[in-house]
């Protein structure tokens, strides 16, 4: 059995709507916050699954902080695949629910290694390996290469900030992720300018806070 896990909130119909015409499942499990009532849409969508057999789950994650909503979420992974019979099939989109959620969500997934996306007007499949976490997905240099881009910044400054790391070892840095789709780089007043894409951003975010989990 197939199954999509999706974040989901108020007012996030349509890009789950958008999830389920992109990706084939079986059962589709929502996650959201802990909330007194059900959000905006949840009856709408088990109205429309009701008429396709297919079976809707709301799950309330009930964590506070973020290191406690990617244990949670995690948890419902396994829990989920368990009954799947494996990872293998089971897809996660980020799209709905609060940003903390989603990157909860992002950093479960990346712990774990399922096939991860973020839908809008277009699907996109975030870098998420099997068996592999955000931080040891990457060299020790891409890592603080992709931290460091709060903005756009340009080599020169990155060579500034980020010493002992010459000019040379970081233009090669930036043209592995941008390899990846992670950086993107342009020429503006003679300077190169680099700035972390969609998918960096969320790559960004995981690397963060696996290394604030890490100090903790």
């Known amino acids: 059995m197939r199954t999509l896990v999706s974040t989901f909130g108020d007012g996030d119909l349509e ?3 958008l999830a389920m015409r992109s990706l084939p ?5 929502l996650i959201g916050e802990e909330r007194d009532d059900e959000p905006e849409g949840l009856a709408e969508l088990r109205k429309l699954e009701s008429m396709t057999g297919n079976e809707v789950l709301y799950e309330r994650m009930d964590a506070t902080g973020f290191m406690g909503l990617v ?3 995690s948890e419902l992974i396994d829990r989920v695949a368990g009954s799947n019979g494996g990872r293998d099939d089971v897809v996660l989109n980020i799209s709905g ?7 909860a969500a992002l950093f479960a997934a990346f712990r774990l290694g399922v096939p991860t996306y973020h839908v809008t007007e277009r699907m996109v499949r975030l870098p998420v390996m ?8 990457f060299t020790q240099l891409q890592s603080i290469f992709i931290s460091s881009l709060e903005g756009p ?8 900030a980020l010493p002992p790391h010459s000019k040379q070892s970081l233009e090669r840095v930036m043209r592995e992720l941008k390899g990846m789709g992670l ?7 003679t300077k190169v300018v680099v700035s972390l894409t969609a998918d960096g951003h969320e790559v960004r975010k995981a690397l963060v806070a696996s290394n ?5």
């Open 97 to 103: 629910g609060t940003k903390l959620l989603a990157d």
């Open 25 to 29: 499942y079986d059962r589709l499990v």
């Open 130 to 137: 099997k068996g592999v976490t955000a931080k040891n997905r």
């Open 153 to 160: 910044r340009t080599i020169a400054d990155m060579v500034g």
């Open 212 to 216: 604030g989990s890490n100090a903790a």
């Open 15 to 17: 890009t789950v709507l």
């Open 71 to 73: 244990e949670d979420i």
């Open 183 to 189: 950086v993107s780089a342009k020429l503006e007043n």
